[in-house]
């Protein structure tokens, strides 16, 4: 059809011939998919194909773990969560929580980074989309755990004392890297993508924090 | 179809009387609200369209489609939905229906097959190809899905195709698979099928062309599944490209024994 739809039908074709017996193998199978990313995607408005199809180590890992079946091996699922949880930074004046209000707008909203969106859209975090958060927003997904009651029920009743350090901070790293505690999450890395900025990680760990929250009511 | 077309609006305004539906679960309430719009489901004027489209002399060489072989011989469109993706020898590449029609309407009628598959959505000749897909899928409607796996390159493009489904990236770590890679998930309130294996009748590859009601328009599996990745923040899937027809293969394949009912109205 085009010059490099001809050419991927050519590495095509010379893998069918060179694997014609067995089929190919999976590494040529791996390069060839590759190859069909490469031609068939191109750059549209703020997304450049470039970026997305060259995916970091652990997207790519585990990407090749889905299509085999298998989650990735013990070893290789610590390292990759080392890694995304030195990635994480840390609120720079150490305040964890923001504004619970503008959290909820933040998760309600799952606006931002597509190929029809301009580079001023200001990004949601796409909460809703995979939980429950606020009770009274019945139209949740459930692609992740309900998060009603997420403060109340990790018993956190002041974010600031030394007794619910631990939750405020993992809190933090959880929604900035998911995969610095679960190496192939569904979440996305919401701080460490550019996806959310730092105000507005804070504001979303307020909304799931603050005991004033209709979370934790 | 005067008829049709007035039921279609009279069950969009039953749509107001929400309160109806509150003691359902709300994908109860989808689901009638889906039903009363089958009763003028307008994908018919799409059908009408398309079937004229077939029989029309067009293009610069004048020419009808009625001798364009999609898969069972030249000519034969009942039965040839459910069979693609497929390979084809005379352009040596696994082809969906609509990269098929613009390979007809390029050989057949002189069009040029990329300029058409450059034009954006819902324009000039991507219309036609969306009005005749539409026409083609509702012939094999109620028919099985079917796919070959028989010729290496379809056996090749399926491995690629499910590469493609979970291959995560951009900003969100998104794949296909993120959103249908289980069972009984869904998005805000939209119940998601799981493509990694047969979603059962009707659902998922088996529903589209299709008819969605939110914007009024009618898709292909190609503009879904560029919706798709546009969803995802992947960059743009080119119109025919074989990254969508790879992902055709594998959920067409997925899907194999599985009853179509394109063309289907979505919300």
């Known amino acids: ?45 703020i997304v450049k194909a470039d970026q997305v ?11 090749e773990a889905d299509v085999a079946g298998k989650p990735l091996d013990e070893v290789t699922a610590k390292r990759v969560e080392e890694t995304n949880f030195k990635a994480i930074k840390w609120p720079s004046d150490g305040k964890y929580l923001g504004d619970w209000k503008q959290g909820e707008t933040i998760a309600q909203s799952g606006r931002g980074l597509t190929f029809t969106d301009d580079a001023k859209t200001v990004n949601g975090g796409n909460c809703y989309n995979c939980h429950q958060i606020d009770q009274k927003e019945i139209s949740f997904g459930t692609i992740g755990p309900s998060l009603y009651n997420y403060g109340k029920i990790r018993g956190v009743t002041d974010p600031n004392s030394a007794a619910a350090k631990p939750i405020v901070e993992y809190t933090w790293g959880k929604i900035w890297n998911s995969k610095a505690y679960n190496a192939c999450s569904n979440m996305p890395r919401a701080g460490h993508m550019g996806i959310l900025n730092e105000a507005q990680v804070r504001h979303v760990v307020a909304l799931l924090l603050d005991p004033n929250s209709p979370v934790n009511k | 179809m005067q008829r049709s077309h007035l039921s279609f609006w ?46 029309q002399k067009r293009g610069p ?110 900003p969100h770590d998104f794949a296909c698979a993120s959103c249908h890679g289980e069972d009984g998930k869904r998005i805000r309130l ?49 119109f025919a490209s074989d990254a969508t027809i790879a992902l055709g293969v594998y959920l067409g394949v997925n899907s194999k024994g599985s009853a179509s009912i394109a063309p289907a109205i979505k919300r």
């Open chain 2, 190 to 238: 939209q119940d998601l099928p799981n493509l990694t294996k047969n979603p059962g009748d009707g659902v998922g590859f088996a529903a589209w062309p299709a008819y969605r009601v939110s914007n009024g328009q009618m898709w292909g599996m190609q503009q879904r599944l560029n919706d798709c990745y546009r969803q995802q923040r992947f960059p743009y899937p080119g």
């Open chain 2, 10 to 55: 009279a069950a969009s305004l039953a749509l107001s009387c929400v309160p109806v539906m509150a003691q359902k679960t709300a994908s109860q309430g989808i689901d009638e609200y889906r039903a009363m719009l089958q009763d003028g489901n307008p994908s018919e004027l799409f059908e009408a369209k398309g079937e004229d489209l077939w029989k």
């Open chain 2, 61 to 170: 060489k004048n020419t009808s489609l009625e001798k364009c072989d999609l898969g069972k011989s030249p000519g034969v469109v009942k039965g040839a939905f459910v069979e693609l993706p497929r390979f084809f020898a005379d352009t040596g590449r696994v082809q969906d229906l609509e990269s098929r029609l613009l390979s007809c309407m390029e050989i057949l009628q002189g069009f040029n097959a990329a300029d058409i598959a450059k034009t954006g959505f819902g324009k000039g000749e991507q219309n036609n190809v969306t009005a005749l897909a539409t026409w083609i899928a509702a012939e094999s409607k109620d028919m099985r899905f079917n796919l070959s796996q028989s010729h290496p390159q379809e056996k090749t493009f399926y491995e690629v195709g499910k590469r493609l489904f979970f291959q995560r990236g951009g």
């Open chain 1, 1 to 45: 059809m085009n010059q490099k739809t001809s050419w991927t039908l050519v590495a095509l074709a010379a893998v069918v011939v060179a694997g014609c017996a067995t089929g190919p193998s999976v590494t040529e199978l791996n390069e060839l998919a590759r190859q069909v990313a490469k031609t068939s995607f191109r750059d549209e408005g």
């Open chain 1, 53 to 63: 199809l060259n995916a970091d180590e652990t997207s790519r890992l585990c990407s």
